[in-house]
T-cell receptor, first 114, second 110 residues
Framework: NAGVTQTPKFQVLKTGQSMTLQCAQD?????MSWYRQDPGMGLRLIHY???????DQGEVPNGYNVSRSTTEDFPLRLLSAAPSQTSVYFCASSLTTGGTGELFFGEGSRLTVL | LAKTTQPISMDSYEGQEVNITCSHNNIATNDYITWYQQFPSQGPRFIIQ???TKVTNEVASLFIPADRKSSTLSLPRVSLSDTAVYYCLGSGAGSYQLTFGKGTKLSVIP
């Protein structure tokens, strides 16, 4: 049981490049979400999903796309990276919709956009 | 989703009990209070969750008064390894947009 796995752990991009941050969980959790964390800030919700085929926007969705084709995977796509997207990204999952259950987080993906 | 307010930072000496209070004046009837702990370069980790009165586990205790407008996370006899950021969340079933504030940075001093 690996929990929530994020790849890559580190990535450097140039402005305008695209990339996908991968997130996978092996706990059969319905709820998955992506957060970004900037220095001195809390976590801000980017997108979330309550099940396969269902996604919705969080607080800061601009510049990011998501899809949920399977229960296990929830990739985050940056279509045209900008320096403002330099951050640490965390994927999380929960058995329930998250409100009354425990959120399990991945180890994070540190992204630098030059 | 309840809006929460916590102190930005706290210092404590090793071996002391630490109490971190979270204010959530607009908490809804079906909202639970959940606390997470985050170490540097790691994702947050669930500590404890409660609805009312007192909840205790092997790591911490959570006190929620009858009016549920605040809650207190209590860490007994802290050690250096408890240095972390602690987040308080108020949310109920069907709360899809779980938002974390800036949390409370606890520094444990030798």
């Amino acid at each position: 049981n690996a929990g929530v796995t994020q790849t890559p752990k580190f990535q450097v991009l140039k402005t305008g490049q695209s990339m996908t941050l991968q997130c996978a969980q092996d706990m059969n959790h319905e709820y998955m979400s992506w957060y970004r964390q900037d220095p001195g800030m809390g976590l801000r919700l980017i997108h979330y999903s309550v099940g396969a085929g269902i996604t919705d926007q969080g607080e800061v969705p601009n510049g990011y796309n998501v899809s949920r084709s399977t229960t296990e995977d929830f990739p985050l796509r940056l279509l045209s990276a900008a320096p403002s997207q330099t951050s640490v990204y965390f994927c999380a999952s929960s058995l329930t919709t998250g409100g009354t259950g425990e959120l399990f987080f991945g180890e994070g993906s540190r992204l630098t956009v030059l | 989703l309840a809006k929460t307010t916590q102190p930005i930072s706290m210092d404590s000496y090793e071996g002391q009990e630490v109490n971190i209070t979270c204010s959530h004046n607009n908490i809804a009837t079906n909202d639970y209070i959940t606390w997470y702990q985050q170490f540097p370069s790691q994702g947050p980790r669930f500590i404890i969750q409660g609805y009312k009165t007192k909840v205790t586990n092997e790591v911490a205790s959570l006190f929620i008064p009858a009016d549920r407008k605040s809650s207190t996370l209590s860490l007994p006899r802290v050690s250096l390894s408890d240095t972390a950021v602690y987040y308080c969340l108020g949310s109920g079933a069907g709360s899809y947009q779980l938002t974390f504030g800036k949390g409370t940075k606890l520094s444990v001093i030798p």
